[in-house]
């Protein structure tokens, strides 16, 4: 079995007065599907890619722990 992250990202286009962009950029492969490892995932995605952690505005997720557990998850990390 192989552990993967979707990536999606949803922008607006022509300067913020366009229409909402949605579109898959990602498939990570996931060696640790922890929320110390989808988060370090998601940080080397946004320095590789060069986008400032700083604009990130929302995260979407399944509700899974890994991503909403307040101590240690992945939204709980960003914050």
Do not use: W
């Not at 192989?2 to 022509?14: D, F």
């Not at 990570?28 to 986008?51: H, R, S, T, W």
Request: proline share 1%.
């Amino acid at each position: 079995m192989e552990k993967h992250l979707i990536v999606y990202v949803t922008y607006v286009g022509n300067k913020g007065k366009g229409r909402a962009i949605y579109c898959l950029v990602e498939l990570l492969p996931m060696e640790n599907a922890n929320a110390k490892g989808v988060y370090d995932a998601m940080i080397q995605f946004l320095k590789d890619n060069g986008l400032d952690v700083n604009k990130l505005i929302v995260i979407a997720n399944d509700g899974a722990s890994v991503m909403t557990g307040r101590k240690t998850g992945l939204i709980a990390r960003f914050s």
